[in-house]
């Protein structure tokens, strides 16, 4: 998504890869940055569980002990925030797999529910947002194997395309929406949102 942001191809966008937006905002891509609502990462696995991770808390030694059995990862390898922490978890965990050489590491290149439809189609691990993990039905074998780690927060934040680099961006209206993702009104929109009773988002804007 922050490639859009970056080419100047759209006037606001929903982003959760804090470094990257921050660092986007230093190069004048984005004009505005707000942090408006979280949820968090889950580790989803097989129920056989062939390296022993269920019910763990930490992620990087659930990591740890996937690569050490060479039990199937399937990762989305397209960019995305979700790709984006979880290559900060392999790195704290010891090295990000290389697929043509860890055969046991999978990317897909696709969507958040490509990648868990094609972990459950072959027993694979896959760390997803729990929002898409709620939604997601075709889930086969797989259950949350990891959860409830501080590393697997999910910060989300919204951001306008700098107008002044892209005279293009539809800068008012932009801010239109986000002034009300971020008013009383949106941040409780966002809190209302569920799906099978369970809230998705959970608003934390704090204005200046």
Known sequence: MLSFLERGECDVVL???????????????????REVMYNDFVVVGPRDDPAKV?????????FRKIAA???????????????????????????????????WYVKTGGGMEQTLATAASTNGYALTDRGTWVHFRNRGELKIVVEDDPRLFNQYAIILVN????????AQMGMVFIDWLT?????????????????LFFPDYVKP
């Open 163 to 170: 107008p002044v680099r892209y005279h293009q961006v539809k």
């Open 54 to 62: 269920d019910a763990m808390h930490d992620a990087v030694v659930a």
């Open 183 to 199: 008013s009383p009104a949106g941040q409780a929109k966002i809190a209302s949102y569920k799906v099978d009773s369970q809230q």
């Open 69 to 103: 059995a060479k039990a199937r990862f399937v990762a989305r390898g397209d960019l995305s925030g979700t790709e984006a922490a979880e290559e900060r978890l392999w790195a704290e965990a010891g090295g990000l797999p290389v697929a043509a050489r860890d055969l």
């Open 15 to 33: 982003v959760h890869d804090k470094a990257r937006e921050l660092q986007f905002m230093r190069n004048g891509f984005g004009s505005v940055r």
